[in-house]
């Protein structure tokens, strides 16, 4: 379980998150939706440890993890996949399937598993992360979450560079992963696709929830698409 009350953080002197509350239970997906600059990646950096944040609690099973560094929140079970990718260039893909190993409750991901699911990287595993692809360098980014065996998933727009069909197969590990009880918080600019995956919607605007719901609800009301998503 994942719970975030009250939640504040700001880069400098600009407030960006201001007072998010949500909540994510074991084996299932709650999709934050928002329009670009609207504060989505700053929630998900305070929640990692990345970017503290300055009021509110955040946490993991009961347990207050707020403010923790973010290499002591991942070893608590809470993986991220980031926006961007933020592989390490200097090194290969084997390297980061072996930095970002944990073995966690029986899932069983580990980098035999994920070279399974991205095949195209075993011809890449000597190939240092920055000379890859922006499509590789995803996969690279997605295994490396993986391979952690998270309890709780921080996903920040993890289809973007994916081909079509990655995407599909990635809509596939996402519900895997819900039927080993693991808990994800998806941030995702690709609408189909959150509400294909997701079990209930925040929409966020100016650092703010400013509504939850179903995702059928989200998908048959046109209006609040377009407030809210400019759909």
């Given at each position: 379980m994942l719970e975030v009350e009250d939640l504040h953080a700001a880069y400098g002197d600009s407030r960006i998150v201001q007072g998010v509350?949500?909540?994510?239970?074991?084996g299932q997906v709650a999709a934050v939706l928002g329009r670009n600059g609207v504060g989505k990646t700053t929630l998900i950096h305070a929640i990692a440890g990345l970017n503290p944040p300055?009021?509110?609690?955040?946490?993991?099973?009961g347990e207050d993890i707020g403010g923790l560094p973010a290499h002591?929140?991942?070893?608590?079970?809470?993986?991220?996949?980031?926006?961007?990718?933020r592989v390490f260039p200097s090194l290969d893909v084997r390297e980061h399937l072996v930095v970002g190993a944990r073995a966690g409750r029986g899932r069983g991901w580990d980098a035999r598993r994920v070279?399974?699911?991205?095949?195209?990287?075993?011809l890449r595993l000597r190939h240092r992360a920055g000379k890859l692809s922006g499509g590789e360098q995803a996969m690279v980014a997605a295994g490396r979450a993986l391979?952690?065996?998270?309890?709780?998933?921080?996903?920040?727009?993890p289809s973007e560079g994916l081909a079509p069909l990655l995407v599909r197969e990635l809509g596939r590990i996402i519900l895997e992963l819900k039927r080993g009880g693991v808990a994800i918080l998806l941030v995702e600019q690709n609408l189909g696709f959150a509400l294909r995956v997701a079990d209930h919607v925040y929409l966020m605007s100016k650092g703010r929830i400013v509504h939850e719901c179903a995702p059928d609800d989200l998908r048959r009301d046109e209006a609040l698409k377009a407030r809210w998503l400019g759909v």
């Amino acid at each position: 379980m994942l719970e975030v009350e009250d939640l504040h953080a700001a880069y400098g002197d600009s407030r960006i998150v201001q007072g998010v509350s949500l909540r994510v239970a074991g084996g299932q997906v709650a999709a934050v939706l928002g329009r670009n600059g609207v504060g989505k990646t700053t929630l998900i950096h305070a929640i990692a440890g990345l970017n503290p944040p300055r009021q509110g609690r955040v946490r993991l099973d009961g347990e207050d993890i707020g403010g923790l560094p973010a290499h002591r929140i991942a070893r608590r079970g809470l993986g991220l996949v980031p926006q961007g990718r933020r592989v390490f260039p200097s090194l290969d893909v084997r390297e980061h399937l072996v930095v970002g190993a944990r073995a966690g409750r029986g899932r069983g991901w580990d980098a035999r598993r994920v070279l399974e699911l991205f095949p195209s990287l075993r011809l890449r595993l000597r190939h240092r992360a920055g000379k890859l692809s922006g499509g590789e360098q995803a996969m690279v980014a997605a295994g490396r979450a993986l391979v952690g065996n998270a309890d709780v998933l921080l996903m920040d727009e993890p289809s973007e560079g994916l081909a079509p069909l990655l995407v599909r197969e990635l809509g596939r590990i996402i519900l895997e992963l819900k039927r080993g009880g693991v808990a994800i918080l998806l941030v995702e600019q690709n609408l189909g696709f959150a509400l294909r995956v997701a079990d209930h919607v925040y929409l966020m605007s100016k650092g703010r929830i400013v509504h939850e719901c179903a995702p059928d609800d989200l998908r048959r009301d046109e209006a609040l698409k377009a407030r809210w998503l400019g759909v």
